[in-house]
């Protein structure tokens, strides 16, 4: 059975079964650019992006400029909650290059909407990573932070807002 296999039956739930493919896996010299590459498609986005976030988690190496690259080229097109929540979790642990700014705020204003509360908690730390990397957004960053840790429905946005306001937004 192939990796793309595997990650395509994950039932997105059961986190042994995830876990297992990391294990078979993730020794293998093209695993980052395997599961960076299959951010791309519609069946396996939600664990590829578990795999890439637990693997960053893990302190695994192999995220060269180029597969961060590819990685941010491919966020507007993620159609799953899950995928989103992923790469949101790992923005920070990825500099963002100066080519791929229109496609991150893209990202960043859909995900911005999103119905999962996860996934708008998120995008602020999103928000707060591209404001740190990039000067011109830290204004813009440090009122929406601002306005969503006082004024967002959810309570898990308030907490993570008024976590990067602590942090120094």
């Known amino acids: 059975m192939s990796m793309k296999f595997e990650i395509a039956a994950w039932d997105y739930k ?10 078979n896996y993730s020794k293998h ?7 960076v590459h299959l951010l791309g498609g519609v069946k396996t986005e939600v664990g590829a992006s578990w795999l890439l976030k637990h693997h960053l988690d893990n302190k695994g190496e192999g995220l060269d400029e180029k ?18 929540l992923h ?9 963002i290059p100066e080519h791929h700014l229109e496609n991150i705020e893209e990202f ?10 996860f996934v708008r908690a998120w995008t602020y730390s999103g928000i707060y990573a591209l404001a740190e990397q990039y000067e011109s957004y830290k204004e813009e960053a440090k009122e929406m932070i601002g306005e969503a ?5 959810a ?9 990067l306001i602590e942090q120094g937004i």
């Open 67 to 84: 597969l961060i690259d590819d990685v941010y080229a491919s966020v507007t097109g993620l159609s799953h909650w899950g995928s989103r």
């Open 155 to 163: 309570a898990s946005v308030r907490a993570r807002c008024r976590k």
């Open 87 to 95: 790469i949101l979790q790992c923005i920070s642990r990825m500099p």
């Open 14 to 23: 059961t986190t042994p079964a995830i876990r297992a493919i990391y294990g």
């Open 149 to 153: 840790a006082q004024d967002d429905p």
């Open 108 to 117: 960043l204003r859909v995900c911005l909407q999103d119905t999962s509360k």
């Open 29 to 35: 010299p093209s695993f980052v650019k395997d599961i």
